[in-house]
């Protein structure tokens, strides 16, 4: 039992001593939470023209970014709020074209919101980066009488700007990568053999993104002067716990 306590304090040790040998790291953590512009058109085509689908707007964005000033690289890791995020729609055909009907329903995101982690690579200050944002779509429905569903997912291309850098703040920008965009929406069609498909007649659906000159504020870093003094006190603990003979003289 003793041995395990001594392996256990020894293990917290290395631990604490790979902390301070890592020290604040070649990395830097921001954090932002705050509202959004930007919308999506969901929706589902028949015989590559005429339509249906919803619209999505975003509302707050909650989001944590990892930049690493050395490889020019930011992570962004977070969620943003949909409304709605579901809804039904009547699907219907073209003006003069073969009559088409139906229903359907899509939920867009994971229960009101959409959840990403996306990287930027080349992200420097002054630099230019894109990145992807996928976003999960499903849908299920009724359309010339013959029920269908299906899942896909929809690619939002987004630009990034960084504009200030300090130990203290990130300032930047995200946007479509050339104003209101077009994303792809990838998937098969929602019913095999008929020309049902996901997003527009070309295959793309409308969405925008703006953020804009977003104030992003650092997240402290753990303290190494207190990380030292926790593995001093836990290696005063290890001396009590050894026996006389192993203790230094």
Not at 36 to 62: H, K, R, S, W, Y
Not at 138 to 153: D, K, L, T, V
Not at 185 to 211: A, C, F, K, M, R
């Amino acid at each position: 039992m003793g041995v395990m306590k001594i392996g256990r304090t020894l293990q917290l040790v290395g631990i604490l001593a790979f902390g301070l040998g890592q020290g604040i790291g070649h990395s830097q953590t921001y954090y932002y939470s705050g509202p959004i512009t930007g919308f999506i058109d969901a929706e589902l085509t028949p015989n590559g023209l005429g339509q249906g689908g919803i619209g999505v707007t975003f509302g707050t964005v909650i989001e944590t970014l990892y930049y690493n000033p050395e490889s020019q690289t930011l992570e962004v890791a977070g969620s943003v709020a949909l409304n709605p995020y579901n809804g039904s729609f009547n699907i219907s055909s073209a003006p003069f074209q073969q009559p088409e009907s139906g229903s359907a329903t899509l939920t867009v995101g994971d229960s009101g919101s959409i959840p990403f982690d996306m990287t930027f690579p080349s992200a420097g200050v002054g630099s230019y980066s894109g990145g992807n944002l996928l976003i999960s779509v499903s849908g299920s429905g009724i359309y010339n009488g013959q029920a269908f569903s299906g899942n896909w997912n929809l690619e939002m291309n987004l630009g990034l700007d960084i504009s200030a850098v300090s130990p203290t703040s990130l300032i930047f920008t995200e946007h479509p990568v050339s104003g209101p965009g077009y994303g792809a929406s990838h998937g098969e069609p929602v019913i095999p053999g008929t020309d049902l498909q996901t997003g527009n007649n070309d295959g793309t659906y409308g969405y925008s993104w703006s953020q804009n000159s977003i104030v992003a504020v650092a997240v402290p870093e753990p303290n190494p002067l207190s990380l030292l003094a926790l593995g001093v006190s836990a290696l005063a603990s290890l001396r009590l716990r050894l026996p006389p003979c192993f203790r230094s003289r």
